[in-house]
Every structure is written in structure tokens, then in C-alpha cells.
């Protein structure tokens, strides 16, 4: 038996908080990392200099893919949605094995891509930065695919498998993480939602609710002049809407319009248009508040103006609380990996992102939030390396803590 497997051995017999931290494979871990910097800020511009809007993913995967190979996980493939999904192979036997699932996102927002075809360079590396469109998101991958590499180097062997995936589509209704949680559920004791370094810690989720808004009216040239106009009735219901009181930010519960779309040339009045609403709420009741008050005020403006209105779900993601996820190994040795790195975590249990399927499952699941660049989906988009390397030591910390019982 190696060195390093003698000491990840020994740490089996830890309690929780020691087993978070078992200092010389911590510390292993953690120079396996750090010596690969130059090497993972290059493997972040190669993936940033890939276009991949959501619903576009699938050269990102296979490069991917291809990393995950060249680390020397198991089992890769990519699946039709596209995710990528590797693994170190536990040791127990196939009935009594299970996993921890580490997941990062493929796709980027719509306007990165657009970024991307109009920049004058490609991603490149400034200082403690990578610079360009596409590198901020991408970070939590490359941090993901540094830990597992810095596992397999280290020899580290767990018990229960350990995954690492990226996920398509996370942008347009967590699709990817669907496909992941379907895929993995029955076998998996945990997800963990790579979307920082750590320094902020979620355990819950918020639920989502989207909807598009349709609204009709008579059409018609600019000549025939005056009212009915749907974009009156669409303009008082977008302004009316917004204007719904919401309880104060901490509550988590909350109402936007970000989407309005309307006509195609600048001399006809349209028949129709939509808007988006985006209702979130800890409490489902909130939730059944707002849906109740947006359709009121669709009702009104329909009378006053005619304009008849379709309200359409776009998607609905639960949320919720899995029970004793506060007190769960997960958790507490996501802390202590956290103080041990030098952060102060915050504990959250409105989470909005891919873990949210998880959870709303039934299933232990993490949000690694905190630091990891700025100017996301901005021509002047980056990602910031030490908070990219802290991610990928939190990671490969976690990750050697839960593969055993």
C-alpha cells in the first residue's frame, strides 16, 4: 500500500470533522492542485474558446470528454443531451457501492456566444485572471476536472464511486441536471453544485416557476391608426405586474419580467406578443400568491383594454428542504474544508441552480457557491485563477471525505 492510501486509510477511523481534514492528504491534494495552475488556466482557455450557448454544448463535451480521459477517469461518455460523465470507480462490490456526484455546467448564457464571435482575441491569461467570453462559467469545470486529477495522481481510492459531470442546458430549465438525476439517483447519496470556491454553502432550494404570457389583440397597419394595439394591453400588464409588492429580498421570495417580445417591423401593429414572468418563492404558498395576483392583473387589463391573455408554464422547478441536510456529513465537512482553506462559509437554504432537482428528488445535494471571476456574459468576462484553485482543493477535499462511510 502507497504512502498516501496508508494515510487515507487512517483517515476512515476519523470523526467527521478530522476526516474533513486529514492534514497530509489535504495537503497532498492541495499541491497537486496548485502545481497545475499554468496547466489548468490553459485547459480553461481551451474550453472558454469553444462557443457553447445552451442547447449548443456538444464540442464543449467532447472536449471535455477528451480531459477526462487524459486524467484517467472511467466510464466517460457523453450522452445525448449532451453531459459529460466520468468516475473514479470505488472499491466496495457493486451492490453496497454508491456515489457522490460533483457537477459543473456546459452551456453559457446566449450573450456569451455573441461575445465570442465578436472579440478581437481569444481567451487568454493576464496576471491571476483568464480574460474573455466564456471563462467565468467554464471555471467550475476546469476546477472540477483539476480535482480529479489531483485525485488520481495522489492514488486516492475510495469506497463508493465518485463522478464528476458537467451538465447541459442548465441555462434553459436544468435540463442536463435533470437527465444527470435520473441517470444517477437510485445510486447516488449526494450531488454537490460546483458554482464557487466554497465560501457561500447552500443546502436547500427555492422553487422556480416560469411562465410566458401571450397576449392578442387585432393587428394591423400603422395607417389604420389608434386602438386596439396588443403592446397597450401588454404594456399596462408588464408595468401593473411589476409593481406587485413582494415581502423584503431576505425572504427569498420574488417576481421579474425579463423577456418581452413584440412585433417584426416597425409599420404594422401586431396580433400578438409575450413576456416572461419569473416567480420564486421558499413557500409554495407565496408562489400560489403571486401566480393568483398576476392573473388578477391580467383579468383588469384585459377589460380595460381587450387584449386577451394566455398565461403558459415554461417550467416549474420544486424546491425544498431534505430533512437533517444541516447536521449531514455533507454538510458539516463542507464547513470545515471551507475554515481549512480560509473562508468563513455562509449557510443558505434558498438554493437556484442545478441542485435544486436534487433536492426537490429527495436528494442530499450542496451548493458550492462563492468567488470564481466577474463581468459574466460581458464582453470584459473573466475568471479569477486562485478562486479557481481553491474551488479545485475544495473539491478533491470533499471528494476524498465522502467516497467513504
Not at 415581502?247 to 423577456?259: C, D, H, K, Q
Not at 409554495?284 to 387584449?307: F, H, Q
Not at 428542504?321 to 454538510?331: I, N, Y
Request: charged residues 20%; contains cysteine; hydrophobic residues 45%.
Amino acid at each position: 500500500m502507497t504512502v498516501l492510501r496508508a494515510l487515507f486509510a487512517c483517515a476512515l477511523a476519523l470523526p467527521v470533522a478530522a476526516q474533513a481534514q486529514p492534514s497530509a492528504l489535504a495537503a497532498r491534494l492541495d499541491q497537486l492542485v496548485e502545481s497545475r495552475r499554468d496547466s489548468l488556466a490553459a485547459d480553461l482557455v481551451r474550453l472558454a474558446t469553444i462557443q457553447s450557448p445552451s442547447g449548443e454544448e456538444a464540442e464543449r463535451a467532447q472536449a471535455v470528454a477528451a480531459q477526462m480521459r487524459a486524467i484517467g477517469l472511467t466510464d466517460v461518455m457523453v450522452d445525448k443531451t449532451p453531459n459529460v460523465t466520468g468516475r473514479i470507480r470505488g472499491s466496495l462490490p457493486d451492490a453496497s457501492r454508491r456515489a457522490i456526484v460533483f457537477v459543473a455546467t456546459l452551456d453559457d448564457l446566449a450573450p456569451v456566444a455573441q461575445h465570442q464571435r465578436s472579440a478581437t482575441r481569444a481567451p487568454y491569461v493576464s496576471g491571476d485572471r483568464v480574460i474573455g467570453p466564456g471563462t467565468n462559467t467554464s471555471s467550475t469545470t476546469a476546477a472540477v476536472l483539476g480535482a480529479a486529477r489531483a485525485l488520481v495522481a495522489a492514488g486516492v481510492r475510495p469506497q463508493h464511486d465518485l463522478v464528476f459531470a458537467a451538465v447541459a442546458q442548465e441555462e434553459t430549465g436544468l435540463i442536463g441536471m435533470k437527465a444527470l438525476y435520473a441517470d444517477w439517483k437510485s445510486r447516488a447519496d449526494a450531488f454537490v453544485d460546483v458554482l464557487g470556491d466554497g465560501r457561500s454553502l447552500t443546502y436547500g432550494a427555492i422553487s422556480i416557476h416560469w411562465w410566458r404570457v401571450w397576449a392578442y389583440h387585432q393587428g394591423g397597419h400603422t395607417l389604420t391608426g389608434g386602438l386596439p394595439n396588443v403592446n397597450q394591453g401588454i404594456a399596462r400588464a408588464v408595468d401593473r405586474v411589476l409593481a406587485i409588492p413582494q415581502p423584503p429580498a431576505n425572504s427569498r421570495s420574488v417576481l421579474n419580467i425579463s423577456m418581452i417580445r413584440s412585433g417584426d417591423v416597425v409599420n404594422r401593429k401586431p396580433d400578438s406578443a409575450w413576456f416572461s414572468v419569473d416567480i420564486r418563492a421558499l413557500e409554495a404558498p407565496a408562489i400560489a400568491r403571486n401566480e393568483a395576483t398576476v392573473r388578477a392583473v391580467l383579468d383588469s387589463v384585459s377589460r380595460e383594454t381587450g387584449t386577451r391573455f394566455d398565461m403558459r408554464p415554461l417550467q416549474q422547478t420544486a424546491g425544498g428542504q431534505v430533512a437533517g441536510a444541516d447536521t449531514s456529513k455533507l454538510v458539516r465537512a463542507s464547513v470545515s474544508i471551507a475554515k481549512a482553506l480560509g473562508m468563513t462559509p455562509q449557510l443558505g437554504i434558498a438554493g437556484s441552480s442545478n441542485l435544486n432537482v436534487a433536492i426537490a428528488g429527495g436528494t442530499l445535494a450542496i451548493g458550492m457557491g462563492g468567488e470564481r471571476g466577474g463581468a459574466r456574459a460581458e464582453p470584459g468576462e473573466f475568471a479569477d485563477i486562485p478562486a479557481m484553485l481553491r474551488s479545485a482543493k475544495f473539491v478533491a477535499r470533499l471528494a476524498a471525505v465522502m467516497g467513504v462511510r
